[in-house]
Nanobody
């Protein structure tokens, strides 16, 4: 059974930092591209960061310079380091793992940024 479990969310003040984790089980983690999405209340889910199986990264323009995605294949885990948090970063953050044939989502972790 495939599972993606996010953790690390919480309530933080603006300007603070968080590191989100997403740990996978039931897949050969190293061959999957991993993505972080977020969904704010009343808004569509948006892609914020991607890391490929080869380690290449890409970011949404809105988070460049503040978000860093990384992966540890030995721990089957992808991370999202979020710095200089803003109230507009408040959202549920989801991880997603994909290959050509497979597509899995986690259940999300809430990040709330107070001003």
């Amino acid at each position: 059974q495939v599972q993606l479990v996010e953790s690390g969310g919480g309530l933080v003040q603006a300007g603070g930092s968080l590191r989100l984790s997403c740990t996978a089980s039931g897949i050969i983690f190293s061959i999957f591209s991993m993505r972080w999405y977020r969904q704010a209340p009343g808004k569509q889910r948006e892609l914020v960061a991607t890391i490929t199986s080869a380690g290449s990264t890409n970011y949404a323009d809105s988070v460049k310079g503040r978000f860093t995605i990384s992966r540890d294949n030995a721990k089957n885990t992808v991370y999202l380091q979020i710095n200089s948090l803003k109230p507009e970063d408040t959202a549920v953050y989801y991880c997603r793992s994909t290959t050509v044939h497979y597509d899995y989502w986690g259940q999300g972790t809430q990040v709330t940024v107070s001003s």
